[in-house]
């Protein structure tokens, strides 16, 4: 079982930056995929980005250029780095992982474990 903590959320100013954490613990294994995903109110959740346990990266259209996904895996933990945000950025973010093929990687249903939550709010 793998437990997921995400931290880092608040409220922030259209062009700033936000770093979220994402801290695993239990069996995680670090060749597993992790990924963030957000949901706006009133939306349906939606992919943001995805980092392999090779470190390979892929990102939605609407952040590419702005977040950086990356993983310490000595720490167990899983960054997501959003500069330039924008108002339609604000969302409740969340991490998951699981044993994940990268052809399922925007699949939600694929990923097992996801954390509660963090929200990031840009007015």
């Known amino acids: 079982h793998v437990q997921l903590v995400e931290s880092g959320g608040g409220s922030v100013r259209a062009g700033g930056s936000v770093r979220l954490s994402c801290e695993a613990s239990?069996?995680?294994?670090?060749?597993?995929?992790m990924a963030w995903f957000r949901q706006a109110p009133g939306k349906e959740r939606e992919g943001v980005g995805i980092i392999g346990g090779g470190g390979i990266t892929a990102y939605v259209e609407p952040v590419k250029g702005r977040f950086t996904i990356s993983k310490n895996n000595a720490k167990n933990t899983l960054y997501l780095q959003m500069n330039s945000l924008k108002p339609e950025d604000t969302a409740m973010y969340y991490c998951?992982?699981?044993?994940?093929?990268?052809?399922?990687?925007?699949?939600?249903?694929?990923?097992?474990?996801w954390g509660q939550g963090t929200q990031v709010t840009v007015s």
């Open positions: 998951a992982t699981g044993s994940v093929r990268w052809t399922q990687r925007w699949e939600q249903n694929a990923y097992r474990y």
């Open positions: 239990g069996n995680a294994y670090t060749t597993n995929l």
